[in-house]
């Protein structure tokens, strides 16, 4: 995040999982969210972690040592970038792509 410089991402990591970078909150969110019953909003669980910038930082050198010891990690590819998710019965029904429960009303 640069000073002064507004940010509002949100990524679908899979399943519930989503991370989360807000202006005014500085670090880095790897949270489960949820849809309240009678609502159609997001919103997040106390499942998930907050890091600061300097221990994402962290986070993503000790990734790439990872990767130095387990190169076949570097190859890995989510469910979406298969061929099969170009359908879009496939990629509706895929439980990480769209988990219906996140979105199920009761």
């Not at 300097?54 to 989510?78: A, C, Q, S, Y």
């Amino acid at each position: 995040m640069k000073l002064n410089q507004p940010v509002d991402f949100s990524k679908h990591l899979g399943a519930k999982h989503f991370v989360v970078v807000r202006s005014g909150v500085r670090c880095v969110n790897l949270r489960r969210f949820t849809v309240p019953p009678n609502t159609t909003k997001k919103v997040p669980t106390r499942i998930g972690i907050s890091l600061r910038l300097g221990e994402w930082n962290v986070l993503m050198d000790k990734i790439g040592l990872l990767h130095d010891k387990f190169p076949e990690l570097r190859t890995v590819k989510p469910c979406y970038a298969d061929d099969s998710h170009m359908h879009m019965d496939v990629y509706q029904n895929c439980s990480e792509c769209c988990p219906r429960e996140l979105y199920e009303i009761v």
